[in-house]
């Protein structure tokens, strides 16, 4: 798949100040916190170290992990709060709807792998584990989506959602079912299909700019 040069510049841009975010749950190993919070983890040779006072927009967030890798870093649409996940089910929050800190909190009690999660406008939230989905809040045409997808047994392995009500599903690993997406996404994404490349992600910008990874090492972006 193809970019040129000037679309990864403003595709740089567009994005640098969430990979600058995400870039500070990096791996790399951090002394342990003075009066930190241990978090939802279920290896005992982990320990992940958040300090509240310091979890505010724009900060840093110190942790050390010293088994799980980190598989997720998501952002509520309102950019107030965010979700790391790691390992099988650990994870960390900041600001996130109750319902689902709880519904985290049981998924990792029970031992259920936390695949992914997405935020939706307006609160609404999805996380899917290894046995089903929670949900909360969604579009009732998205909602409804997910419902038959899950009916027809269908693969559903990521959802995003854009800040004016667009979503897509990604199932059976090139399949999507979208609402409300630019044309210029929904080119990309047919081309996938056709070819029968698997979807690993899509992500939207704030802006409507997108990125979308694919199986066969290669992305395609928004120009």
């Given at each position: 798949m193809n970019i040129n040069q000037s679309s990864i510049t403003r595709l740089?841009?567009?994005?640098?100040?969430?990979?600058?975010?995400?870039l500070t749950f990096a791996v790399a190993a951090v002394p342990s916190v003075a009066n930190a919070q241990p978090v939802a983890t279920n290896n005992a040779n982990t320990t992940l170290h958040i300090r509240p006072a310091h979890v505010v927009p724009g900060a840093k967030v110190n942790f050390q992990a010293t088994?799980?890798?980190?598989?997720?870093?998501?952002?509520?649409?309102?950019?107030?709060?965010?979700?790391?996940?790691?390992?099988d089910n650990g994870y960390s929050s900041k600001g996130l709807p109750t319902k689902m800190t709880d519904r985290l909190d049981k998924l990792n009690t029970d031992g259920n792998v936390i695949q992914w999660a997405a935020?939706?406008?307006?609160?609404?939230w999805i996380?899917?584990?290894?046995?089903?989905?929670?949900?909360?809040?969604?579009?009732?045409?998205?909602?409804a989506k997910l419902k038959d997808l899950n009916t027809n047994n269908s693969n559903v392995t990521w959802?995003?959602?854009?800040?004016?009500?667009?979503?897509?599903?990604?199932?059976?690993?090139?399949?999507?079912?979208?609402?409300?997406?630019?044309?210029?996404?929904?080119?990309?994404?047919?081309?996938?299909?056709t070819a029968q490349t698997p979807i690993k992600t899509i992500t939207f910008a704030p802006d409507g700019s997108w990125v979308i990874i694919d199986d066969d090492n290669g992305y395609a972006a928004s120009k």
């Open positions: 740089a841009v567009r994005f640098s100040a969430l990979a600058a975010l995400a088994q799980d890798n980190v598989k997720q870093v998501a952002f509520t649409q309102d950019g107030t709060g965010w979700l790391v996940l790691h390992g935020f939706a406008p307006d609160g609404g996380i899917s584990y290894d046995t089903g989905f929670s949900t909360s809040g969604l579009p009732t045409d998205a909602s959802a995003a959602f854009t800040q004016d009500g667009g979503w897509i599903f990604i199932y059976d690993s090139y399949g999507y079912s979208s609402k409300g997406l630019s044309k210029g996404v929904v080119a990309e994404l047919d081309k996938l299909n």
